[in-house]
């Protein structure tokens, strides 16, 4: 039987390895999944013929490179900064690799090494990065076949609670990493192009500066810029684009609420709190407002950010519980994003019958035969329940199809690649389909940069 290994198996991987399983009887595979948690993958992974768990630590030299040795194909789902020395012993053992991460520069630097041994190491190849750059890739060549030229690009993708399940007034329950959530956006400012002009939005002003977007059916939503959009120029071959954004999918009214932690400083992880793990949740919102012998920390906040007690943000504060002077933090020397983490996964963290939804929405601009035109792409995913989330679905189909059409010879362009070729995006586009992650495509009126869907 021919042997795919799955290095970590956290959230993201459930449907991944359903796909794997059912398919592995006709395809003859062998599923192998490494992990340093074993006993959890236990519990969540029903038992089957074709699968096998081990215990591996991937900074274990010998238990990696043994894994490596006996696997015909490796599907790392470790953090990115893990990638890299599993990257290397498929090298020398002349595996090929997939991720769904972003390809960095250490990966970047192996491609030479990885096409010299004719190797594939598919990365970005899962939501966003991965469906998003299929589906737009879909596009951008249609256009160019038919004489098009792209003017306008810009895409937006968002993990968020299905409509059944969103319960709560922030409209949002963690659907992926919440420290990632807690953290985005930092790092530098987010860079972009609009009709021509470089705009850049620093971290402390990302928040305000959000979009409008009405969405096939699913309502109205909010965007803010992604950190770096301008590298997608090259990487979408659109050089000369003179407007091309990237942005993440809110419900409208969570980016103003979330730009409180910002302005009170919450979401900084550059330094650690004394005696954190003593403290009250009401104690750590106190930290970060002005001493006052008489006033309360609710109305010294309130005072600080100019909220009105009957504005709605007030009420998505106090429904989180922050003012709590009972409710213990417990966690030693921890930073103050990883505080805000802990007391908001008590409220939004996915009950098991919970469902999550991915959107994900694309605008072509183009000029063809002399003409302005516009092409829109949505897809929506729900969930099944907190295990086969679509975040799950939409990260790990994509990985599961990729894996087994390289193994299979479909997908044979060695390098360190991301799914931008035709070889690549044609056949997970059309497999996904059947899966239920499908765009919808429409012509619209063209509208480029409509300054009135922008707030700030």
Not at 164 to 188: H, M
Request: net charge neutral.
């Amino acid at each position: 039987m021919r042997n795919i290994l799955i290095i970590g198996a956290g959230k993201s991987s459930s449907s991944l390895i359903k796909y794997l399983l059912d398919t592995s009887s006709k395809e003859n595979l062998h599923i192998t999944i490494g992990d340093i948690s074993i006993e959890d993958i236990n519990k969540r992974i029903p038992k089957h013929p074709n699968l096998t768990v081990i215990q591996l630590n991937v900074f274990n030299k010998t238990q990696r490179e043994t894994a490596i040795k006996k696997a015909d194909i490796v599907i790392s789902m470790l953090p990115a900064r893990f990638h890299l020395e599993v990257a290397k012993d498929c090298i020398q053992f002349q595996k090929n690799m997939v991720t769904a991460s972003y390809i960095s520069d250490e990966m970047k630097a192996l491609d030479a090494n990885v096409k010299k041994n004719g190797l594939v190491f598919m990365n970005e190849i899962g939501v966003d990065p991965g469906i998003d750059h299929m589906s737009a890739m879909h596009v951008i060549d249609k256009i160019h076949a038919k004489g098009g030229k792209i003017v306008l690009f810009e895409s937006f993708t968002g993990g968020l609670v299905a409509p059944e399940s969103d319960t709560n007034l922030w409209n949002y329950k963690f659907t992926w990493n919440p420290r990632n959530v807690v953290t985005a956006g930092q790092g530098g400012a987010a860079m972009f192009i609009q009709e021509g002009t470089y705009k850049y939005i620093p971290y402390h002003k990302l928040f305000r500066r959000t979009e409008f977007l009405q969405i096939n059916g699913s309502g109205k939503f909010e965007a803010y810029a992604n950190r770096d959009s301008l590298k997608y120029r090259s990487i979408y071959g659109l050089e000369n684009i003179p407007t091309m954004y990237r942005g993440t999918i809110r419900k409208v009214g969570f980016s103003r609420a979330w730009n409180i932690f910002i302005q009170l400083g919450m979401t900084d992880d550059t330094y650690t709190i004394e005696d954190s793990e003593h403290m009250s949740y009401r104690d750590f919102v106190n930290l970060f407002l002005a001493y006052s012998p008489t006033d309360s920390v609710e109305l010294k906040l309130r005072s600080y950010l100019k909220i009105d007690q009957d504005d709605v943000m007030w009420e998505k504060l106090i429904e989180l519980d922050i003012f709590n002077p009972t409710k213990i933090i417990g966690l030693k020397n921890a930073t103050p994003a990883q505080i805000l983490q802990k007391i908001l996964m008590d409220k939004w963290t996915l009950s098991e019958e919970d469902k999550d939804m991915i959107i994900m929405h694309h605008k072509f601009g183009f000029e063809l035969n002399g003409k302005k035109q516009q092409i829109e792409s949505s897809m929506v995913t729900i969930g099944e329940n907190q295990t086969y989330t679509a975040m799950a679905k939409t990260v790990g189909l994509p990985v599961a199809i990729a894996a087994l059409k390289i193994l299979n010879g479909e997908i044979k362009t060695p390098g360190v690649l991301r799914p931008i070729s035709k070889e690549v995006y044609e056949p997970i586009l059309k497999e996904l389909e059947s899966f239920g992650i499908s765009f919808t495509e429409k012509e619209v009126p063209y509208l480029g940069y409509n300054p009135e869907n922008v707030i700030g």
